[in-house]
């Protein structure tokens, strides 16, 4: 595909007296696995809210393939799929329902939807769940369907707010296969986790966030440089490096109770 997927310009959002996003430039490339990395707190939910226009910006610009997201929402918005954060679904239709609705908000034919609900469905395992109600599904059943609900009109680019938080080895291995065909169709995936191991094997390229600021970016190999792992990388760039976690809790473990 090449090209830029996403181009953020001095983003800013700020809650209160808390600076959740310092400033943020950023372009991220077409056709490619994008890590968004950071400690708890960093700012990566609210980066992508922003990016997504879920979150209105204090300040900068995005772009998402060419198109402004705050100027042209709608273009935007039909390009992108979102999985985000504390998945809020449907929760009293069933996953098959939840799907054919999306489906016709998306514009999408009816016998269009079902062909590709019932292939989403069976992909994701969960063809045998499809008439359960959302609300008595798992927490990587959720993941699933939410995923399902945010493919389901080929976007070009997904945004995947931790996909991978809560959801067992055996779904996460389902979830992966699917984003592995789908970015190697061309497509761009940006997500984020503060799983190091996930984003290593799975990324080619990756972004990592601290404290509201964009501490390194680009190919994997380029930010990992020298360190044994993206994990050692990433605690010497958040500045986590060596730091003695027991240090004040002597009284933790051991002799006296
Ligand atoms: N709606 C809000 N109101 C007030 N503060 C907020 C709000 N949303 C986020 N913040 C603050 O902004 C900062 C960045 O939060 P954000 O959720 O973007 O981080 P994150 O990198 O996604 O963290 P985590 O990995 O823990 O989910 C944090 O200090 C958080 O407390």
């Known amino acids: 595909m090449g090209g830029v997927a996403v181009r ?3 983003l800013w959002k700020r809650f209160g007296e808390q ?4 400033g943020i430039d950023l372009e991220l490339p077409a056709g490619r696995f994008i890590g968004l990395v950071g400690p708890n707190g960093a700012g990566k939910t609210t980066t992508l809210s922003m990016v997504t226009g879920l ?5 900068g610009t995005v772009e998402v393939v060419g198109h402004d997201v705050w100027r ?11 999985l985000p954060e504390g998945l809020r679904l449907f929760e009293r239709l069933s996953g098959r329902e939840l799907l054919g609705y999306t489906g016709r908000l998306r514009g999408l034919p009816g016998a269009e939807v079902d062909k590709r609900a019932t292939q989403l469905l069976d992909v994701l395992d969960l063809a045998g769940a499809q008439h359960k109600l959302v609300v008595d599904y798992s927490t990587g059943m959720r993941k699933k369907i939410g995923l399902a609900a945010a493919l389901l009109h080929n976007p070009e680019v997904l945004f995947l707010d931790e996909p991978f938080e809560g959801v067992d ?3 996460a291995q389902t979830i992966r296969g ?3 065909r789908y970015t190697a169709s061309g497509a761009t995936v940006v997500f984020s986790s503060h799983v190091m191991e996930l984003v290593e094997s799975l990324c080619d390229w990756v972004a990592v966030l601290a404290a509201g ?5 680009g190919p994997l190999a380029e930010v990992r440089g020298d360190a044994p792992s993206l ?3 990433f605690l010497e760039l958040v500045g986590a490096h060596g730091r003695d976690a027991g240090h004040d809790l002597d009284w933790l473990g051991g002799g006296d109770r």
């Open 8 to 10: 953020v310009e001095g």
């Open 19 to 22: 600076v959740a996003v310092a």
């Open 55 to 59: 979150l209105r910006p204090d300040r």
């Open 72 to 82: 042209d929402p709608a273009q935007v918005k039909a390009r992108i799929g979102v």
């Open 169 to 171: 080895p055996v779904s």
């Open 178 to 180: 699917v984003l592995e």
């Open 213 to 217: 600021r964009i501490r390194a970016h």
């Open 231 to 233: 994990q050692r990388a």
